[in-house]
């Protein structure tokens, strides 16, 4: 089955332990993005990546690492976590970025930063 | 800048009716995507439809359609017989041109469907 695979489902931990988050693709996409969801302002791009080796911020990146050393896999690191990152994430791929290819997204990550 | 605007932060429907969700968008591009996903309780998010805006005819799925109107810069969901289902959060898009590379899609704030028996 086609999909985008995000572990852990939810998490509680604490200010400053750092913590991986990890997306897998199983879908041969080129193109990977991390979001976050918050209450009244929708999704928000943290990254993304174009391919492997190959990644940039998007509008909210502070706090964030992301790396891509293989094609599938898109993980979310936050060093230094602190209570402002509690929040729902996503990843998404899609296979290129033309216009009309959708995003692909993985269940959601929520996180809660104590 | 890009912007999506939903102004309805939630609805009411009776089920088997037909139901219009409002999306519109601001950018000076001539060529961009919009699309519709869909966010139940559970949390996932699930595309619905998409709409290219060199499109001549309006995009539909299923029940899905999108009513798409570029000079007024609105891509309006519509969905046919709500079923009880369909109650969920619903989130508007806009997909970034090509030459931008970043793949991003900026998000409406959502309208939260509730779909009464």
């Known amino acids: 089955e086609a999909q985008v695979t995000q572990n852990p489902r939810y998490l509680i931990t604490v200010t400053g332990k750092k913590l991986t988050v990890t997306c897998s693709q199983n879908?041969?996409?080129?193109?990977m993005s991390w979001y976050r969801q918050d209450p009244g302002l929708g999704l928000r791009q943290i990254y993304y990546?174009?391919?492997?080796?190959?990644?940039d911020k998007g509008d909210v990146p502070e706090g964030y690492k992301v790396s891509r050393k293989e094609k599938r896999n898109f993980p979310l690191i936050l060093e230094s976590p602190s209570p402002n990152q509690t929040s729902l994430y996503f990843c998404?791929?899609?296979?290129?970025?033309?216009?009309?290819?959708?995003?692909?997204f993985g269940d959601g990550t929520r996180l809660s930063i104590l | 800048a890009q912007k999506i605007t939903q102004t309805q932060p939630g609805m009411f429907v009776q089920e088997k009716e037909a139901v219009t969700l409002d999306c519109t968008y601001d950018t000076s591009d001539q060529s961009y995507g919009l699309f519709w996903y869909k966010q139940p309780s559970s949390g996932e998010m699930i595309f619905l439809i998409y709409?290219?805006?060199?499109?001549?005819q309006n995009a539909t799925e299923g029940r899905y359609s999108l009513n798409f109107q570029k000079a007024r810069k609105s891509a309006n969901l519509v969905i046919s017989a709500s079923q009880l289902g369909d109650s969920a959060m619903y989130f508007c898009?806009?997909?970034?041109?090509?030459?931008?590379?970043?793949?991003?899609?900026?998000f409406g704030t959502g309208t939260l469907l509730a779909v009464q028996p």
């Open positions: 879908m041969n996409h080129e193109y």
């Open positions: 709409q290219g805006s060199y499109d001549e």
């Open positions: 998404a791929s899609s296979f290129s970025g033309t216009l009309n290819q959708p995003q692909h």
């Open positions: 990546s174009m391919n492997v080796e190959v990644t």
């Open positions: 898009a806009m997909r970034e041109p090509y030459g931008g590379a970043t793949n991003k899609l900026i």
